[in-house]
């Protein structure tokens, strides 16, 4: 009688075991179909974010003005350390902070603006991690992240995802996870060819994101003149889709566009573009 009874309280067991297994399967199953139908993007909606690095002061002067007057959103990407930055026009934490008061992004540009994979581990945690408290000790909500010269590797990527929801990368497919596709917009860019993509992103509910350096009257090569700009303003209004910084593009674009991770980006090599 008590070999029965334990026999059956082992059954019991584990039918209950086997049922958890079965149930978390399920939610695997579930969460990997997610990831990977993000994989070909299918989106239920469309955005355009235009972000900007590297803390210029031409960002202030002319993008800010010119986004708030459409009420577009943007990202600003900047460096918290200046020491090597001193012969350029950087923006002041008070006109990022009058930024970031009507609704743009500030991110996290690293502190000094080096090549990552060029930095020893230690180094390369610094750039991470202080530059995002520095910046949250002058009061901004910090979310986003971009490598200078788009320089990285896979455990870099890693290390950086432990500090950053948002990772802006070079790939050419949206992950759907942290690290998102982006296209340098420079003064060689074909802005009819660039209206399209726009207008195509919001046929096909796409995430585009712009990567901008100086918008200024004499443009260098990074650069782009006022005139380029506006005329990309334009096109991105006429297509009538969202233009937002990537937190907003985020937060907009549902429940795909907020999952934290992605098992597909295990599946993708990051590879390095120089500028
Ligand atoms: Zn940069």
Known sequence: M???GIKQNLKKSMLFVSMIIVLLSIFLGVIVFIDATNFDNPRNDSCLSFTF???LESHY???YPLLKER????????IMNLTQFEDRD??????MMEMQDNGFEIGSHTLTHQKSTELEAKELEKELKESKRILEENGFVVDSFSFPYRNYDDDILEQANMHY???????????????????GVFSTTNIDELCEKIAD???KNKWLILVLHGINNNPGYWDLSIEDFNKLLDCAEDSGIKVKSLRGCEEDIGMFGTLKFSFMKK?????????
């Open 53 to 55: 690095d590297d803390r």
């Open 165 to 183: 929801n948002i990772v802006r990368d070079n790939y050419n497919i949206d992950t759907g996870g942290f690290l998102h596709n982006s296209e």
């Open 267 to 275: 599946f993708i090599k990051p590879k390095e573009i120089g500028f």
């Open 71 to 78: 009420n577009f959103g943007g990202t600003f990407f900047v």
């Open 61 to 63: 002067d002319n993008v």
């Open 2 to 4: 008590v070999e029965r």
């Open 90 to 95: 950087l923006m002041s934490i008070e006109e």
């Open 201 to 203: 992103a919001q046929k």
